[in-house]
C-alpha cells in the first residue's frame, strides 16, 4: 500500500523550517502502520536534513559550516545568473540532500527525541518549495 501527498512551504530565506508535524500529519492521514515515510523535495537550491529539534543553535552553526564549505560570490563559480548566492545554493543542496527516509511504527514516524525534519533554504530570499511525502507499507 501506498500513499503520497504534496506539501508547500514559504521558506523566508536561508534558514532551516521544521516540517515535522506536516510530515507526521501526512503518515497519519495514510493510515499505515508500519513502513517508511520517504520525503522529497522538488528544487536544486534547497534541501531536507534530519537534525536536533531542540536547540536553534545546532541549524545555526551548521549555516556557518555550509557557509565556510560553500561561500556566496566565490569567484570560481561560473554559475551566477541568480545573484551571488546561486551556485552556492546548488553546492550545498549536494552536500546535504533532497531526500529522505524514516520508518513508520503504530502509524507514527519513528524519530528519535531530539530529532526533527526540517526545509533547509539555501537561498537568500524566500521562496515556495514543495516537498512530497510517500509513505509505503
Excluded at 12 to 31: C, E, K, Y
Excluded at 55 to 72: I, N, Q, S, Y
Excluded at 82 to 95: K, P, T, Y
Aim: some cysteine; aromatic content about 6%.
Amino acid at each position: 500500500m501506498a500513499f503520497q501527498q504534496i506539501l508547500e512551504f514559504r521558506t523566508r530565506g536561508r534558514g532551516s523550517l521544521d516540517i515535522t508535524a506536516q510530515v507526521a500529519d501526512v503518515v497519519a492521514a495514510a493510515g499505515i502502520a508500519t513502513g517508511l515515510a520517504h520525503v522529497f523535495v522538488q528544487h536544486t537550491s534547497c534541501s531536507l536534513m534530519i537534525t536536533e529539534n531542540a536547540d536553534p543553535d545546532v541549524r545555526r552553526d551548521l549555516e556557518t559550516v555550509f557557509g565556510r564549505l560553500a561561500p556566496d560570490g566565490d569567484p570560481a563559480y561560473r554559475h551566477d545568473q541568480e545573484g551571488d548566492d546561486d551556485m552556492a545554493a546548488h553546492a550545498r543542496s549536494v552536500l546535504s540532500d533532497v531526500g529522505l527516509t524514516v520508518p513508520v511504527g503504530k502509524g507514527r514516524l519513528q524519530l528519535g527525541t531530539w530529532q526533527g525534519i526540517f526545509l533547509w533554504e539555501h537561498r537568500s530570499s524566500s521562496h515556495s518549495r514543495r516537498v512530497v511525502v510517500t509513505v509505503v507499507g
